[in-house]
Every structure is written in structure tokens, then in C-alpha cells.
């Protein structure tokens, strides 16, 4: 019976994965200006990067904060072109003064402990290299229960909130959470899976 019940659930977020993307992106782009959604399509930020962004991605929070801190953007997106990602060594370097990055690799995990993540420091973003995961996402204001209150020193908080947005997010697809943006990373998509993944923390300030 629990078989047949998770097998219910992973079925659901399939259909989810497939439904949620087109209509978060139109939130996303009725809230952001005219100009910073020309500038978001231009794609001229990503140094040429070949890539998807998802459409969860909050343009007008994006466009303010790449305005700001320029330099931590292109150095991210430059790294993910000129360097080998399925070859790179798993494991954390700083790339500069509020940039680093993760290269990581995992087996995608059941759904399960529903938790999502805050950060308050530090701005993900999360790059697929191989492999395929679910990734669910939500406003922090929308958070009905702290379950593990927000700690400076590890930059994260746990919450529960009453409906989570799921995206699947494949191999050259890559999310950005804000601090407004809770967030749960590695579920899988169908059956478990090996994924191979690029973190960045872009630092707030």
C-alpha cells in the first residue's frame, strides 16, 4: 500500500513538472517592467552561455540585483562556459569576493520530508550538468510553520507552506533562488537518478 501510495505522489508531480513552469513565468513577468523583461529575453546576460533559465525565475528581483553586482553574475556564467562541467572535481572554491561554487553529485532522493530552505546571505543558483530532478519552491511569506528557526552562522531556515511549486529541471536548465524564494533541490523525477550539479551562493550584499 505505501508502494502504491508513492507511486501516487510521484505520478502527481509529473504532471505538476509539466503544468507549473509556463504559468509561474507569466506571474514572474506581469510583476517585472517592461525593460528589465527586455533585458531578461535579451540573454545577453548569460556571456554566452548556451542554457535554459527556468521561467520560476523572479526577473524583476534578478534584474535589480545583477544591476548591483554585475561582476559576481558574469564571473558565474563565464565559469559554467569555458570550464569542462562533466570533468570538474566535486567540491567548493571561492571564484571571488561574494562568489562561490559547488560542484556536486548525488542520487535524487524520494519525496518525502516536505522542508523547504531559506537563505538570507546568499543567493542560489543551481545548474543542472547531467542527470534530471524535481525541484519545489515557494514565496516565504507564504510559510504556514518554522521548522527550524533561520541561523546566521549556516545562512538557512527549514519551513512548511501550504502548496509547493514543483519544476523539473534537466541537464543545461538552471534555477536562481532569491531570499524570498524557500526552496527543496534533489527529489526525483520518475525513478532515482545520478545528477551532476553546479551550485553557486551569489553573496546579497
Known amino acids: 500500500m505505501k508502494k502504491e501510495f508513492r507511486s501516487i505522489i510521484l505520478a502527481c508531480l509529473f504532471l505538476i513538472g509539466f503544468s507549473m513552469p509556463m504559468v509561474v513565468a507569466q506571474q ?5 517592467s517592461k525593460k528589465d523583461v527586455e533585458w531578461f529575453n535579451s540573454r545577453k546576460w548569460l ?36 570550464n569542462d562541467l562533466k570533468s570538474l572535481p566535486t567540491g567548493k572554491q571561492t571564484l571571488s569576493e561574494g562568489l562561490t561554487v559547488s560542484v556536486e553529485e548525488y542520487t535524487t532522493r524520494e519525496p518525502g520530508k516536505e522542508w523547504l530552505e531559506g537563505h538570507k546571505k ?57 531570499p524570498d524564494d524557500i526552496h527543496m533541490t534533489n527529489i526525483q523525477y520518475g525513478e532515482k537518478a545520478k545528477v551532476r550539479k553546479i551550485v553557486f551562493k551569489v553573496a546579497v550584499d
Not at 514572474?28 to 517585472?32: L, M, P
Not at 527556468?54 to 556564467?77: L, N
Request: aromatic content about 14%.
Open 28 to 32: 514572474n513577468g506581469d510583476k517585472a
Open 122 to 178: 546568499n543567493i542560489d543558483l543551481q545548474f543542472i550538468v547531467e542527470g534530471c530532478e524535481l525541484q519545489g519552491y515557494a514565496k516565504i511569506q507564504t510559510a504556514a510553520e518554522i521548522v527550524n528557526p533561520y541561523t546566521d552562522k549556516k545562512d538557512v531556515g527549514h519551513y512548511l507552506v501550504p502548496t509547493i511549486n514543483y519544476h523539473v529541471i534537466r541537464p543545461y536548465q538552471f534555477t536562481i533562488f532569491f
Open 47 to 82: 556571456e554566452g552561455l548556451q542554457a535554459s533559465p527556468d521561467p520560476s525565475i523572479d526577473i524583476s528581483t534578478f534584474a535589480k540585483h545583477y544591476k548591483k553586482h554585475p561582476e559576481r553574475w558574469a564571473k558565474a556564467f563565464e565559469f559554467l562556459k569555458e
